[in-house]
């Protein structure tokens, strides 16, 4: 995210006696979980408690057996629900804004993200059921009120509250807390609905205003294909950092081919070449998750045809578009291009990104291609993975050379076929917590003391859906003794 916003970001410390790495922690050696206390708010200070949700976590951490992972499970999992949810309501149906953890703010990829892991619960809880339907309308009326915006204020009337925004040159308008614009965020949007609608088949979210908001989500991504000019949307900001603006307003110039422009990645870095392979491709995916909503919840055809056409559309720009050779000859997907035939291999943290191509839905985890991409974004190949005496993982340019971001360790596991894998990405998650019984943004690579974001929501909730998917599909893993793995 901004420059900035980088103020923001908590450098940690280790707490206690720290973490011996590639040993056993101290506090690690006690069998007694009472040597590692709950993390979490007093239950009376929690912002939303879901029943369901406390049962998943009692559940699920007496499948574990390390009690330091049981800990960091029990604390990350909820970190959402506990201090990032607040309920309201709007025209007499609920409304739900979920910040992104230490600025608050809503991110419309931060807020989806956060949430996706109660979502298998969300059948047999009424509550988490008002919780969704409140996000998925906050998320239609956030997208009406500009579409190229990333975040917003709770607040639909008011200004940005954000520094770093206040002075860039683009159209903010009131209910905005910054406009970048990122092909992924609406296609989070739409994934949300999509994920309610078929764990729920609850309609009630998906009304007038939704639907206008998909047919705005549609009109979007067309818009920024540029094949009739550049769009409407422009952004510039002042800054040290690259990164944090578009060369003209536009970005590079491109060679339009089908696929979608984007200014920004999920990183809220600025695109090098607009044309960003895995946003398109989450793009592809998404516009036909809206088509079967479209039609299954709401019998609407004609909005249903449209996101049908251009996913169509764009996919086949990016299956001629979109990939490109690597040094040694392997055939891989690109992480951006300009249609020009410049591209560029790398990956970054952020999802969407290759890495997580397969776990999106994008690409069938056997797809050889994207083995092989993925592959090589575990690598030297990509200029943004880093080894060192924490560990190993993939970073990215938000921030910079060195700091290894633990989404990417669940991702790989999460994607992963072996428990070799699995286990190593499960241990340095373990071992790079710095104490804290939270999941960060990133750690240098030698020191985990070296942190960024004590308070980021999503990576604790991403962290939660890894354990869950452990337990539901290799729980034997959950019984390892972690600390015998070399990271």
Partial sequence: MPTDRRTLMTQGALLGAGLAMGGVAPLARAADKTAYPSKRPAPADRRFVSKAVE???ARVSRMIADPELAWLFANAYPNTLDTTVRMGTVDGKPDSFVITGDIPCLWLRDSAAQVKSYLHLAPKDAKLRELFRGLIARHARSVLIDPYANAFMEDPTAKTSLEWAKVDETEMKPGVAERKWEIDSLCYSIRLSYGYWTTTRDAAPFDATWAE???AIVRTFREQQRKDGPGPY????????PTETLLAGYGAPTRKNGMI?????????ACQYP???????FAVTTLREMAQVANEARKDSALANDATALANEVAAAVAQHGTMRLPDGSDVWAYEVDGFGNTIFMDDANVPSLSSLAWLGCVSPTDARWQRTAAAAWSEANPWFFKGKAGEGIGGPHQGMDYIWPMSLIVRGLTATDDAT?????????????GTGFIHEA??????????????AWANGLFGEFVLHLAATRPQLLKAPLDRIAV
């Fill in 275 to 281: 044309l960003f392979v895995p946003a398109n491709m």
């Fill in 443 to 456: 750690f240098e690579k030698d020191d985990p003391a070296k942190f960024t974001r004590d308070w980021f």
């Fill in 213 to 215: 908001a998909m047919r």
């Fill in 261 to 269: 422009h984007s200014g920004f990645r999920p990183s809220d870095d």
């Fill in 234 to 241: 422009k952004f510039q900001r002042a800054s040290r950092q």
């Fill in 55 to 57: 049962q998943e976590i």
């Fill in 422 to 434: 699995i286990l190593k990405c499960l241990a340095t998650l373990k071992r790079t917590h710095a």
